[in-house]
């Protein structure tokens, strides 16, 4: 295919979640044609699998720009730009009214999985006229119909909710825990609404150290006090939580501390149990309970439980990309450029900085990994950096380099990081960020390509999941 054929064809989107979304709305405004292929029922499904869940950020920083350009011609307005919106909320009142609009519903495909990625007529070996080649998309629809879709460019910003970490030890599952998996649930099941039967009366085993966890661990905390029988084990990987107790009423992040100290006055009440030192090694699989076996600071471990709440984090999902060309770090499975600037070993959600094209980039030109997927293993993700990303790959898609090149947010000028949980005034487990300050007005930052590494910004304007990672 020629290159001028190629610049022809659309530029796919994978996933319809905010920053897909986002993609689409800079793509439209740089004149380039979008299709975005989302795997659920309708845009924002991965979201709205956490619907009960509260962000932290409130809604000023949770809209992309032009989304929002697309919206308003409608009579959307933003809601109240300084409340927090619930998973629900932002599906509800922002992504399902932005998917349906006419320039963005006549280009998203829902129920549309995609299986593969690779480049038209050439895997991963071919290198000669490489560059020339459109890539090719393969897609199965909800009736079972595989259907191969050609691009100029691939947008990748599926997300890696639905991908989480596996509960046994060195990044292998368990022993049987693929036959356990009915027994298993995602990091944040609606333990006080929709999933309450589920836990109510019975024994939970919460895995993981990050606030994922916690959230799930303080609303079983909850349903204990309503509901006589309700039994709560937590395991973590490490030898204590006193990461995720931080700093109590000395932390400089309110909230944070405030999440800290009321899981430590659960513990130490005895409304839960902490294992430590735990390596999960099987899980046995019963009629009514699942067996988990294993170790727990070097002793044998033996659990019966009707539940397991994986909040261990979550991996990117690459076997669908095995025919690009990709460059990733082997430790953090980011872009290797972006990488350093995300390392968890290095970096908290504060000390981020923002970043464009430049760093997204991949040997296969014109493939682009976005959003949290981006990020690979790290933990560290802002919505709002997202949003940034894919409005500058679609600058360098439309051929403006300067405009690629150059990174501006609007960052909050006190520091708000982000992640899976935090605790509103009135101190009720909420989700979307790990730690949290009173909204200050924004400031500027302008930032070209080759800002370095640890640059620190206190950042914090989106739902992201800091913190979730291997406890």
């Known amino acids: 295919m ?8 659309p530029v796919v989107v994978i996933g319809a979640g905010p920053v897909g979304l986002a993609a689409a709305a800079h793509l439209l405004e740089r004149g380039l044609e979008p299709l975005v292929l989302e795997a659920g029922g309708t845009a924002g499904a991965a979201v709205a699998s956490w619907g009960h869940v509260r962000l932290f950020s409130p809604w000023r920083y949770d809209v992309d720009a032009a989304a929002r350009r697309l919206l308003e011609p ?26 349906a609009t006419e320039a963005i519903s006549s280009r998203l495909r829902t129920g549309t999985r995609v299986l593969a990625v690779a480049r038209d007529g050439a895997d991963k070996t071919r290198s000669l006229g490489r560059e020339r080649r459109a890539y090719r998309v393969r897609t199965v629809d909800a009736a079972g119909r595989v259907t191969d879709v050609l691009a100029r460019s691939v947008i990748d910003a599926s997300g890696t909710f639905s991908t989480s970490n596996p509960l046994g030890v060195s990044g292998l599952p368990a022993a049987g825990e693929a036959d356990a998996a009915p027994f298993v649930t995602g ?16 024994h ?5 150290m990050g606030h994922s966890a916690a959230n799930t661990l303080l609303s079983l905390v909850e349903l204990s006090e309503a509901t006589p029988g309700t039994t709560i084990t937590w395991a973590i990987r490490g030898g204590s939580a006193r990461r995720l107790f931080g700093g109590g009423t000395d932390d400089e992040l ?20 902490l294992l ?17 076996l294993g170790t727990a600071k070097d002793e044998p471990l033996a659990l019966d439980v009707h539940a397991v709440v994986n909040a261990t984090g979550f991996r990117p999902d690459l ?3 095995r025919e690009v060309r990709l460059d990733l770090d082997p430790v ?52 709002a950096t997202g949003y940034e990303q894919v409005r500058s790959v679609a600058a360098a898609l439309a051929g403006d380099r300067a405009a690629a090149d150059v990174v501006e947010l609007n960052l909050p000028a006190t520091g708000v990081c982000s992640s899976d949980l935090a605790l509103e005034a009135d101190g009720d487990s909420a989700a979307g960020s790990c730690c949290g300050a009173a909204p200050a007005e924004p400031q500027l930052v302008t930032l070209g390509v080759g800002a370095p590494a640890g640059v620190g910004f206190a950042t914090g304007v989106a739902h992201g999941r800091s913190g979730d990672g291997e406890g």
């Open 2 to 9: 020629s290159e001028i054929a190629r610049d022809r064809l």
């Open 74 to 99: 409608t009579g959307w307005t933003l809601p109240d730009p300084d409340a927090l919106p619930t998973g629900r909320e932002l599906v509800e009142d922002y992504l399902a009214p932005l998917a």
């Open 187 to 202: 990091p944040l099941p609606d333990v006080l609404g929709a999933d309450r039967d589920r836990f109510a009366g019975r």
């Open 204 to 208: 939970t085993l919460v895995v993981g």
């Open 254 to 273: 309110p909230a944070r501390g405030l999440l800290g100290t009321r899981l430590r006055g659960a513990v130490d009440a005895g409304r839960l149990r």
């Open 276 to 292: 430590a030192r735990v390596s999960i090694e099987q899980l046995v699989p019963g009629p009514e309970s699942v067996q988990v």
């Open 319 to 321: 076997d669908v990309l």
């Open 332 to 383: 953090v499975e980011a872009p290797s450029a972006l990488a350093p600037l995300i390392d968890p070993n290095q970096h908290s959600c504060g000390t981020v900085p923002p970043h464009g094209e430049a760093v997204l980039s991949h040997p296969d030109d014109g493939f682009y990994l976005a959003g949290m997927k981006s990020y690979g293993r790290a933990p560290t993700f802002l919505l």
